[in-house]
């Protein structure tokens, strides 16, 4: 499966972007979808996550209330809504596809794509 991200941008704190991210080239809905985010000289950190069906959604604990993932498998996209955005939000943002919540969370295998990253660019 193939990634493509997009939706960041520049926003001030307590504005909000929604990020996108379509897949093509594999069964979507086989696939747990989740964001991560990549500030500059920091590693690379889970933000939320959302199962097959979308019925199970999971976040890191400063994107808890702020952020909402969501999934369209008849379009093959998933979307991070971000809202309350503050400046330690900055950061280049991923989308991933892997065959469960694990993956994501470090508890065995690897996400198996990644999407390119977007921007996200948050002032204070």
């Known amino acids: 499966v193939q990634l493509q991200a997009s939706g960041g941008g520049l926003v001030q704190a307590g504005g909000s972007l929604r990020l996108s991210c379509v897949a093509s080239?594999?069964?979507?809905?086989?696939?747990?979808m989740g964001w991560f985010r990549q500030a500059p000289g920091k590693e690379r950190e889970f933000v939320a996550g959302i199962s097959w069906g979308g019925g199970s959604t999971y976040y890191e604990d400063s994107a808890r209330g702020r952020f909402t993932i969501s999934r369209d498998n008849a379009k093959n996209t998933v979307h991070l809504q971000m809202n309350s955005l503050k400046p330690e939000d900055t950061a280049v943002y991923y989308c991933?596809?892997?065959?469960?919540?694990?993956?994501?969370?470090?508890?065995?295998?690897?996400?198996?794509?990644w999407g390119q990253g977007t921007q996200v660019t948050v002032s204070s």
């Open positions: 991933a596809a892997g065959s469960s919540l694990g993956v994501f969370l470090g508890k065995g295998g690897y996400p198996e794509a």
């Open positions: 080239g594999g069964t979507f809905d086989y696939y747990y």
